[in-house]
């Protein structure tokens, strides 16, 4: 089955400054990549997502891309904010599945002010 | 609210009990899931339905674990006999995907289970 990689597990920045978080996947047959936000106390939410048939997507001030070859993919968000703080997942369907998503650990994004 | 609604968000139990926890998902969505997740750790897959179908289930569900989703509504996650390994928070999401593709999945804010 799938398996997802996610790092770093914590991340500090400068308000303002940029992040990076990374994921790597083991099935190639996996074709979708979500990332979801978590509050504290709250459920994952939606942020932005990528299928396998592009290699980058971009949201405003948040950006995915994905390297099919490699098995990665990565969030970058630009300008932070101290509202960006959260734990970050990034996920991957379960190869071929369209029944589930396989998830990482988790990244704790903190933006200082 | 038209979000996803979970029910109890606390239940602390003694091992050996049972407890059942209910979701309400999104009215329109066709897909319901159960995720298990612990502390500092992503969110585990536990099961799913399509509409009243239950058509895939993780390992992580043990016998002592059911789910049921009636009429294609509302679920249920029924742990019995209780285990200490089991505290942690479940929670429950739905999405109404296109034909053959995974979709969002809008999650619920979880119900915490705490076993003694």
């Known amino acids: 089955g799938e398996n997802v990689e996610q790092h770093p597990s914590t991340l500090s920045v400068q308000e303002g400054d940029s992040a990076v978080i990374k994921c790597t996947y083991s099935d190639s047959a996996s074709n979708y990549f979500p990332w979801y936000k978590q509050e504290l106390g709250k459920g994952p939410q939606l942020i932005i997502d990528i299928r396998s048939n592009v290699g980058e997507k971009k949201d405003q001030r948040i950006a995915v891309t994905l390297n099919k070859t490699a098995k990665h993919f990565s969030l970058h968000i630009t300008e932070t904010q101290p509202e960006d703080s959260a734990v970050y997942f990034c996920a991957a369907s379960n190869g071929g599945s369209q029944g589930n998503l396989i998830f990482g650990k988790g990244t704790k994004l903190s933006v200082k002010p | 609210d038209t979000g996803v609604s979970q029910d109890p968000r606390h239940k602390i139990t003694k091992r050996g009990q049972n407890v059942t926890f209910r979701c309400d998902p999104i009215?329109?969505?066709?897909?319901l899931y159960w995720y298990r997740q612990t502390l500092g750790q992503g969110p585990e897959f536990l099961t799913y339905f399509q509409n009243e179908a239950q058509l895939e289930k993780s390992r992580l569900l043990s016998d002592r674990f059911s789910a049921e989703r009636p009429k294609g509504s509302f679920s249920t996650l029924e742990i019995q006999r209780t285990e200490q390994g089991d505290s942690a928070m479940y929670l429950c999401?739905?999405?109404?995907?296109?034909?053959?593709?995974?979709?969002?999945?809008?999650f619920g804010e979880g119900s915490r289970l705490t076993v003694l």
């Open positions: 009215s329109e969505h066709n897909r």
């Open positions: 999401a739905s999405s109404s995907p296109g034909l053959g593709t995974t979709g969002e999945l809008f």
